[in-house]
């Protein structure tokens, strides 16, 4: 997400972002800035410091009370201290106008790669896994998962070579505060299948009857 109240270098970023093959928002609400940006669900954000409402750096540190959302700080502003002050807020980098498009761009991969070291990101087949922000997409559409329905998922993945028990699956959710029965997991297994075959119209999750569950390869 854009957080820059000049409508040219919004659309500048935008632009060149989009050409990069980024999906891209601009605000326009600053008058609930910090309420808009927290529902966005944003990846990351730009964020100039000279902003209507609600200065930049201060809305940065209302952020940071609420989510570590990458955020990175674009701004004219070119005092040292403004530039501390940010770093100091928790901004993820710091990048002064007028901006190096590459070095941008250059900058945002960066913090794409550590993040997704930090968030557990997993790639399996044409699937992206998003387990922090509990998303599942492939190149055209994603789902939202249940905190559950993530925990069975992550589980069937991460033993995707072998048959996986109710029990097992039982005990997970009940290792991650989730105490559930064994109708609920019923439940929780079709709400997974169902969303995951808007992704593929192959099934995934295939039951063997009497023995539990196993993630398939070739859907």
């Known amino acids: 997400m854009i957080v820059e109240d000049d409508k040219i270098v919004a659309s500048e970023l935008y632009n060149l972002l ?33 902003i209507p409402y609600l200065n930049g750096e201060l809305l940065l540190k209302n952020i940071r009370k609420k989510s570590n959302i990458p955020i990175i700080m674009v701004t004219s502003k070119t ?10 807020y928790g901004a993820d980098d ?24 930090k968030l557990d990101i997993i ?14 997409k492939n190149n055209e559409k994603e789902v939202v998962l249940t905190k559950n329905e993530m925990i069975i998922f992550s589980y069937l993945l991460n033993n995707k070579e072998r048959i996986v028990t109710r029990d097992e699956l039982m005990t997970t959710l ?3 505060d989730e105490y559930i029965n064994d109708n609920a997991l019923t439940v929780n297994i079709s709400r997974l299948r169902t969303k995951l075959k808007e992704l593929s119209e192959e099934e995934m999750i295939e039951t063997r009857k009497g023995l539990g569950y196993i993630l398939l390869w070739d859907f």
């Open 18 to 50: 989009t050409n990069s093959s980024y999906e891209a928002t601009i605000l326009t609400n600053f008058e609930n800035a910090l309420e808009t940006i927290l529902k966005s669900n944003s990846d990351l954000i730009l964020l100039d410091i000279n």
């Open 79 to 88: 005092n040292e201290a403004d530039e501390a002050l940010s770093i100091m």
């Open 174 to 176: 009940w290792n991650n």
């Open 123 to 136: 790639k399996f087949k044409n699937l992206i896994i998003n387990i922090n922000k509990e998303i599942i």
């Open 94 to 117: 710091y990048i002064i106008k007028p901006y190096n498009p590459t070095i941008l761009l250059l900058r945002i991969s960066n913090i794409f790669k550590r993040c997704e070291q």
